[in-house]
T-cell receptor, first 115, second 114 residues
């Protein structure tokens, strides 16, 4: 199983809503990532988890709150978002070798629209 | 991380070879050259990587210049399904681990005509 799944596929939320994005992988990967991708732009890294611990936060606003409850799951909790946060949110996973390629496997993304 | 330069867009005809160039004049000795691609409405997917020697896999070939300042991703027979944005990315694999970030540039948008 070389698949990263993300739910939901699409999400529309108001600025006062609280919602969560979910990501799952069963490849035994111990590194998991959240990226944000605006239309016609490349993906931008938001967060990195290594062995269920947050290892990188790319100065993301606190209205985005990541969580890694176990080695297979990664959540992104959303609260009080702004319309400019509308984007494709991509999850990825990889092995966590100290040296080597550590190819990243990406999910299909969640298309988020904030009204 | 060293930067890469790619053309914004390229066109190809179906069933013809495609050569996607990437310049990386400031590459360091331990930087691997990675290629990912992103098909429409999908997440990126790994294509190939290399260090010094040319590499082949089921998806593509990677030709690396002798001085390593440039490389070319080769799709031997383009299909409509190969229409995507292709990203050339350098990563220092000696740094290792998830904290060795994958930094996407703007990539090359490949259009394939039937």
């Amino acid at each position: 199983d070389t698949e990263v799944t993300q739910t939901p596929k699409h999400l529309v939320m108001g600025m006062t809503n609280k919602k969560s994005l979910k990501c799952e992988q069963h490849m035994g990967h111990r590194a998991m990532y959240w990226y944000k991708q605006k239309a016609k732009k490349p993906p931008e890294l938001m967060f990195v988890y290594s062995y269920e611990k947050l290892s990188i936060n790319e100065s993301v606003p606190s209205r985005f709150s990541p969580e890694c409850p176990n080695s297979s799951l990664l959540n992104l909790h959303l609260h009080a978002l702004q319309p400019e946060d509308s984007a494709l949110y991509l999850c990825a996973s990889s092995q966590e070798r100290l040296a080597g390629v550590n190819e990243q496997f990406f999910g299909p993304g969640t298309r988020l629209t904030v009204l | 991380d060293a930067k890469t330069t790619q053309p914004n867009s390229m066109e190809s005809n179906e069933e013809e070879p495609v050569h996607l160039p990437c310049n990386h004049s400031t590459i360091s000795g331990t930087d691997y050259i990675h290629w990912y691609r992103q098909l429409p409405s999908q997440g990126p997917e790994y294509v190939i990587h290399g260090l010094t020697s040319n590499v082949n896999n089921r998806m593509a070939s990677l030709a690396i210049a002798e001085d390593r300042k440039s490389s070319t991703l080769i799709l031997h027979r383009a299909t409509l399904r190969d229409a995507a944005v292709y990203y050339c990315i350098l990563r220092d694999v000696m740094r290792g681990g998830a904290t060795n970030k994958l930094i996407f540039g703007t990539g090359t948008l490949l259009a394939v005509q039937p």
